[in-house]
């Protein structure tokens, strides 16, 4: 374990006063603080070599090359696969419009190819399918979640045999989140790739709620790609991952085209790069991606499992906590009962009580900041009749004492 | 009808601070909606509840349960309270400018008063001279 006090030392948004108080950050599904590690890493870029990569032979070309490709070289590592594999995109939503775009660029004239979602899907694994159904480029299918949230296996099952006479292997995909940002169910995603492949469905997940939080080993895994965020793992906003495999990644054609995709062109042709650069348009984030390997870099010096474990101690604490107040006011927790099934994460409604005033209140009264509404995962929410949550995410820098002031707070607020 | 106290607050500060005058502009938006019989889903009125009924929780529950019900029956008072002055005002400053006086029934009561009208005295600028030969 680690010593929660030194890492909040690391973070200067932590250790500051609003109103004379302290901040109480809560919002980590949605994006998490940033060290003094990151920023300096960023700084240093924009202070000593603020130049382009890829392209000039001067010393700050090159420092700025070296420096992006160590960072793709930790974060491939920091999840078990090879550099080549690593794309860099800005975000989660960009490395899925990615495989959208790529994957399903033409339209089929016979036999479409089907894509599998689940009903609790963010807006970014859902509005690209939607779209592409709309095109007639794709079939879609939606298969529904258990009333506590977990995945359903058998249905999965079901609706992969009844829709496996679609194209074959390269083009039939199962997209799925791997760790909800509703309720932080992590689906069996090792379960769900074996049975996709045996069907011949390619397999996408959405690693941004997972990342952050869980060790993830893609060749274990034996996923077809992944993708996530930096922003939700210490790094800077504007820096994302796509990892794929590098025969598929190969046989895709570009998303977004232009300088940096390209070897040599002529008027008329032009010579693509290999992966990963063929899927990195123009100049990129370096500053992004420089931060990006030094949140890495501080995540694995923290350890995964570390955070796991705190993360999971917490969540269970205020769970109970919370519980504790139903006696005040009837409360809903959404997902599954036990919160070691949530991660660290806490979505819940107040009878009684708006989901968006008990977020503004919260927030003026002891500073403490979570999201209300429906997460990016309107569908859902529409599906269910509920107008909205309130979602208390955790990370590697809440406390106890944090929680104790979220419930102190919350009782005088469900009495008003 | 918080919207419209607040935007009559923030209106006025903004006057005198920039600070204030986004906050007006809020607050007029969900006024305008308001006027056209429209719901005001912008969140203003709630987020200004809200950090009145924060700072009260910090002291006590009870002050904040309070003030959670009194919102809005002061907020219409306030407003029936402003109209009404502003009849009020409106009526006086007709009555000063036809009588020299905001309240005919009691001319001197009324700090403003003067022996002519004003409307008069506007004539007498006016007026021909009269004719010294007749």
Known sequence: ?416 | MICVIAFLVFAFLGIFSVKYRQLAKEAFACVFKRMTLRKCDTGFEEKIKAQITGRLLKRSTRLAKIAEKLYEPVAWLFVASFFVSLFFVGRGAYYYLKFGTCNPQSPTSCPFYRSATPLEKVLDIYKCPQDPTK
Request: hydrophobic letters at 35%.
């Open chain 1, 1 to 416: 374990m680690f010593d929660t006090k030194e890492i909040r030392a690391n973070f200067p948004s932590l250790n500051q006063a609003i109103n004379g108080q302290p901040p109480i950050y809560f919002d980590n599904a949605c994006m998490s603080l940033r060290p003094k590690q990151v920023i300096a890493s960023m700084n240093e870029y924009y202070e000593k070599f603020p130049a382009c990569g890829d392209r000039s032979f001067h010393l700050w070309g090159e420092e700025v090359t070296k420096r992006c490709e160590k960072a793709r070289s930790d974060i491939a590592r920091f999840i078990n696969a090879k550099s080549e594999e690593i794309i860099f995109t800005r975000n989660t939503t960009e490395g899925i419009n990615l495989i959208s775009h790529s994957l399903y660029g033409e339209k089929e004239s016979d036999n479409l190819p089907v894509v599998i979602t689940s009903d609790k899907e963010h807006n970014s694994n859902l509005i690209p399918w939607q779209l592409l159904e709309k095109q007639g480029k794709i079939k879609r299918v939606i298969v529904k979640t258990n009333k506590d949230g977990t995945f359903n296996l058998e249905e999965f099952q079901q609706e992969i045999a009844e829709n496996k006479s679609g194209k074959p292997q390269e083009k039939n995909l199962v997209s799925l989140a791997y760790t909800s940002n509703l309720d932080g169910v992590t689906n069996p995603v090792e379960e769900i790739i074996k049975i996709s492949h045996q069907n011949g469905f390619l397999v996408l997940l959405d690693a941004a709620q997972t990342a952050p939080h869980q060790k993830i080993d893609v060749k274990k895994l034996d996923c077809d790609f992944l993708a996530f965020s930096g922003h939700k793992m210490l790094g800077p906003s504007g820096i994302g991952v796509l990892y794929g495999k590098y025969e598929l990644l190969k046989a895709l054609p570009p998303f977004l085209v232009g300088g940096e995709t390209i070897a040599d062109t002529t008027y008329q042709t032009a010579e693509f790069l290999e992966p990963p650069h063929k899927f990195e348009a123009g100049l990129q984030n370096y500053a992004g991606i420089i931060g990006f390997g030094s949140a890495i870099n501080y995540l694995n010096d923290v350890g995964m499992e570390n955070i796991l474990e705190h993360e999971l101690k917490l969540n269970t604490y205020f769970d109970s906590q919370l519980k504790s107040l139903e006696s005040k006011r009837p409360l809903t927790i959404l997902g599954p009962a036990d919160p070691a099934l949530r991660g660290g994460i806490t979505s819940f409604l107040v009878e009684g009580v708006d989901h968006h005033k008990i977020a503004l209140l919260l927030n003026s009264t002891t500073n403490i900041m979570v999201r209300s509404g429906s997460f990016c995962v309107h569908s859902w929410f529409n599906d269910k009749g509920i107008k909205g949550a309130v979602r208390v995410s955790l990370y590697l820098y809440n406390t106890k004492e944090e929680i104790d002031i979220l419930i102190q707070t919350l009782e005088k607020i469900i009495k008003l």
